[in-house]
Structure formats: structure tokens, C-alpha cells
């Protein structure tokens, strides 16, 4: 077996159907459609259940969890092959950060069954959408430290931002169910960010530059995933910024301040270019 | 604090509860059959009449050190393969069981890993090692299959070959350590032993429902044949003496006591 595992080599059975992150955003529907139906969802563009979307969109959201858990599994048990024991220096990693990344595995195993529950519990089908792979894209670096980054502090990071959400989603919607299993998945998450904010510090403790580059490498990941201002902390984001759950998990004021401002940054980018899409082709500009 | 025997002048009182002496019986053994509900007395034998564990075992702490060590590295090479096989199995239950079994692995990877340091072995990594070459070339074959079409492959080197080995040299070790001095042992292997019982069923059951044809089923034999001979080469997780018998001078230092 290959040390390292190419991100287009991910096994899957025929129902799937794989895209990535570049191929998304060159899709015009992806970048184009931010308010183009404001007025039935609202005020709002939070995923809730009184938006005439809400269904196709809660089923959507789940169907990219269940793909970015399959993924996760993949990118920890990865990380537990793909490294030597050691000190953390090179290519090594302790044996304790092995055992984490190989008890993430049997986490996100769960995540997998759950997230396959209740999906078909909300009437989807597997690979009825399709598969983002940027998650494990994330957890291809031949750093390990630059994959805790990557993943268990940025894409974790962000799967306790749509837990949160989901889980206040179920809660509207009178959805125990589904709020029952967001709560113990968000315990998880809260677990492996935390987990990676650890080994971040810890490993890279005496030298600054790695802790600088796997930092940068966040924030790349991070931004990647503001979605264009999909998350943030106003209302004209889907996706919430959960601030006390990050904290528990590691994060610092100022790292979620951080995190906040990029969201706003790519929410305004977004909006620009859609108004520029817009004026040029006549249709209109987008309120707000 | 109460005086005891032990202090040499017995009190009035304790002779007083003294219990009657059956005939060819010591006090003690007298009591712990007969109970001590009758006189109030708290004296009991120090071992109950149905705890029949036994002081002698047939490892020594540095032997049982070389085995854990064994043990340990093993269990390495399994979670880890197990994990690096996630990416490349297309079948998504086969994918969430190795997810799972994976954790299970490493948790008994760190369970010998911990019990180093308490059989005087300060530097775990220096007896963290296979037991031979051959062990280190099964593991090398057992990891070797990755393409996608050779998941019957990867399940049957860990299901058919492995976990039945661990689940041999594990109940040997328990069944043949000192159950009083290596009780901490003993408590692992229970632990680990139900865990590689409910992952061996697991790993069979999926085998069982991938394997449904003549060449799946020669497939699944040329494997297996191929991955024995190299483990009967190794002689077992701990080479030669693994479940007893063979060369038990190799590298060991067992014997009667």
C-alpha cells in the first residue's frame, strides 16, 4: 500500500459521482444564485424550516455531510497509516496523535451510519447529489501537521458551524430526531477540533515556522469554505458561526474574530460579483 | 486501629469470638467454610473458596515484556494498515468497519504500549519490535493488496489470517501467565480478546457475503495460503512458542515454575 493516497483514487461504489471545489466554482448556478430567491426565504438566508427551500436544502446539507464524513474517515485513518512513530519532526508523529487520528476514524465511522440514517429518514437517496472531495484534498499534505490544520481545524471547525445549524434546524422543525443526532455528532467535532488545536501546538512548539505555515494553510481552507459568505454571523449567511463551541474546542477570541472577518470578506466578494454578473448581463442587481 | 494476630498478643475479646476449630481444619480454612455470619467474626481466608487462581505461570516478567512488545507492535501494523485501507475499499459498510476496527487496534496497540514501562521496560519503542523477519515480511504481505477490486483480499489477510493468530497467542498467554503476578495482563487480554472476537465475526460475516463465487472463492484460499505460509515461517505474533510447544527457546526465557 502507497504511502500517500492521491485524492483521485478515493474507492467508491458506481452510486457516487465525484466534483471538486474548482469544478464547482466555475459552475455559473454555483456563483450566481446568492439572492435570487430572497424574497420567499425572507429576511434570512439561514437554512430554517419556513423557507420554501427548506426540504431540498436540509436534504442537500445532510447528503454533503454523510460524503464529507466518508471523507473524514478516509483522511484520519490516512493519517494513521501514512506517518511513522516519532517525535513529530519530519515525516513522524507521536504514537499518542496516531491513536487520536485512529479513534477520529472510528468517529467519523459512526458519523457515516448516522449521517446515512438520517438521511434516508429525510428521503435521500446515496450519491443523489454529488461528492465534493476538497475534504480530503485537505488531508493529502505530506505534512501531517499541515492536515490537522487543514481538516481537524478548519473542515471540522466548519462541521461544528452546520451542526450547530442542523441541530437548531431539527429543533425548529420539530425534529428530535435529527436534533438527537446533530447534539452527539457536534460532541465529536468539538472533540477533533480540539484534538487538533492540541497536536497543532504541541508539535510544533519549538518551531514557529511550521506552526506559521500550517496556520496559513488554515486559513486557505478556511476561506475556501467561508463559501463565498455561506458562514458567518449575520443573517445573510446559511450557515452560522458557532463562537461557543469553538472556544471549547481551542480556538481563541481573536482566532474566531479572524475566521468572522473572513466570512464577512468573502460575503462582500461574492456580492460584488454577483452585482458585476448582473450589470453585465442586465438582469437587475441583487438587494442588500 | 483493631490489634490482629499478626501483632502477636491475641485480646481477650478476639479469643472470646475465636470461632470453633473444625477437626484437621486450620482456624482460618475453618472459617472461610464455614462463613462468619454465625460468630460476627471478620476473618476470612485470603482467598475465597471459589477463587482458584494459581501463583505459578509460565512466563517470566522479561519473556512476558518480549510478547507484549510482540503484541504491541502488531497491533501497530494492523490499525495502521487498517486505516490506509479506508480510502481504497469501495463497499461503504467494509469502509465504516475497518474505520472501526481500526480505533479498536490502535487501543490495544496502546494498552501493551503502557504495560511496558510496568514489566521494568522504560523505553517501549526497543521491545515494540515483530518477533522475527518473517513477521515483519507477513505484515508486509498482509498490507500489499490496494487496488479497489481486492477488498476480499484485505479482508481475509486481517479475518482468516491475523485475527484468528492474536486470538491464539492471546489465550494462550492468558491461560498460561500467573494469574496473581500478570493479573494486569490478563485484564488487557480479556478486553482485547472481546473486541478481536467481535471483529473476527464482523470480518468474516462481510467476507462471507462478498465471497459468491468459484473465483471469489479462490481468490479468498490463494490469499489466505499464501499469507499462512508466511506466518507458519513466523511462528505465530510472538514467533516460535506463540501457543506453546515449538522452540520455546527462541529469544524467551519460559519455563515451569
Not at chain 1, 474517515?73 to 512513530?85: K, M, N, P, Q
Amino acid at each position: 500500500m502507497r504511502q500517500f493516497f492521491p485524492v483521485e483514487d478515493l474507492a467508491r461504489d458506481e452510486r457516487f459521482v465525484q466534483t471538486n471545489m474548482a469544478e464547482r466554482m466555475k459552475d455559473a448556478r454555483t456563483v450566481n444564485d446568492v439572492g435570487s430567491s430572497r424574497k420567499s426565504r425572507g429576511k434570512s438566508m439561514r437554512l430554517t424550516p419556513d423557507r420554501h427551500d427548506a426540504s431540498d436544502g436540509a436534504r442537500s446539507l445532510m447528503h454533503g455531510i454523510m460524503v464529507g464524513e466518508i471523507q473524514a474517515l478516509e483522511g484520519a485513518g490516512r493519517t494513521a497509516h501514512d506517518f511513522a512513530v516519532g517525535d513529530g519532526t519530519g515525516d513522524t508523529i507521536p504514537f499518542e496523535l496516531k491513536l487520536d487520528m485512529a479513534r477520529q476514524a472510528w468517529d467519523e465511522a459512526r458519523h457515516v451510519e448516522i449521517s446515512a440514517k438520517l438521511s434516508d429518514w429525510m428521503g435521500t437517496e446515496l450519491g443523489q447529489f454529488a461528492e465534493n472531495t476538497v475534504l480530503f484534498e485537505a488531508a493529502c499534505s505530506n505534512d501531517p501537521i499541515l492536515r490537522l490544520a487543514g481538516v481537524n481545524r478548519a473542515l471540522e471547525g466548519l462541521a461544528i458551524d452546520v451542526f450547530t445549524q442542523m441541530k437548531e434546524f431539527g429543533d425548529l422543525a420539530g425534529d428530535p430526531y435529527l436534533e438527537f443526532c446533530e447534539d452527539w455528532m457536534l460532541a465529536d467535532e468539538v472533540t477533533h477540533v480540539k484534538m487538533g488545536s492540541d497536536w497543532l501546538r504541541k508539535v510544533t512548539e519549538h518551531d514557529p515556522d511550521r506552526r506559521a505555515k500550517a496556520l496559513e494553510f488554515q486559513q486557505v481552507v478556511d476561506k475556501l469554505f467561508s463559501f463565498g459568505g455561506a458562514r458567518g454571523e449575520t443573517e445573510e449567511s446559511p450557515i452560522g458561526l458557532a463562537r461557543r463551541f469553538r472556544e471549547l474546542a481551542g480556538f481563541t477570541d481573536d482566532e474566531v474574530d479572524q475566521i468572522s472577518q473572513m466570512d464577512h470578506d468573502a460575503l462582500e466578494e461574492r456580492k460584488a460579483a454577483v452585482r458585476a454578473y448582473r450589470d453585465k448581463a442586465g438582469v437587475g442587481s441583487v438587494p442588500g | 486501629m483493631r490489634p490482629t494476630q499478626r501483632d502477636g498478643d491475641e485480646t481477650a475479646a478476639a479469643a472470646v469470638r475465636r470461632p470453633p476449630v473444625a477437626r484437621g481444619l486450620s482456624p482460618v480454612a475453618t472459617v472461610a467454610r464455614m462463613g462468619n455470619t454465625a460468630t460476627g467474626s471478620t476473618v476470612r481466608a485470603p482467598f475465597a473458596p471459589w477463587d482458584r487462581r494459581d501463583l505459578p505461570g509460565r512466563f517470566d516478567v522479561a519473556e512476558t515484556a518480549r510478547r507484549v512488545g510482540n503484541y504491541a507492535w502488531t497491533e501497530m501494523k494492523l490499525f495502521e494498515a487498517l486505516g490506509g485501507w479506508v480510502a481504497t475499499v469501495p463497499e461503504l459498510d467494509v469502509k465504516m468497519r475497518f474505520g472501526t476496527h481500526c480505533y479498536h487496534h490502535a487501543w490495544h496497540a496502546d494498552l501493551w504500549r503502557k504495560r511496558l514501562p510496568e514489566l521494568r521496560e522504560m523505553k517501549p519503542e526497543r521491545l515494540t519490535v515483530p518477533a522475527n523477519e518473517a513477521m515483519e515480511r507477513f505484515v508486509g504481505a498482509l498490507t500489499e493488496p490496494e487496488a479497489p477490486e481486492l477488498t476480499i483480499e484485505k479482508l481475509v489477510g486481517v479475518y482468516r489470517v491475523l485475527i484468528p493468530r492474536f486470538i491464539a497467542a492471546y489465550t494462550y498467554h492468558r491461560n498460561n501467565t500467573s494469574e496473581i503476578t500478570d493479573a494486569p495482563t490478563i485484564r488487557s487480554i480479556n478486553f482485547i480478546l472481546q473486541d478481536e472476537y467481535d471483529d473476527w465475526r464482523d470480518g468474516e460475516m462481510l467476507l462471507q457475503s462478498l465471497i459468491t463465487t468459484p473465483d471469489h472463492v479462490r481468490r479468498a484460499a490463494d490469499h489466505q495460503q499464501k499469507l499462512e505460509a508466511i506466518m507458519v515461517e513466523a511462528g505465530g505474533i510472538t514467533g516460535s512458542g506463540s501457543i506453546g510447544g515449538g522452540d520455546d527457546t527462541t529469544g524467551n526465557s519460559e519455563g515451569d515454575h
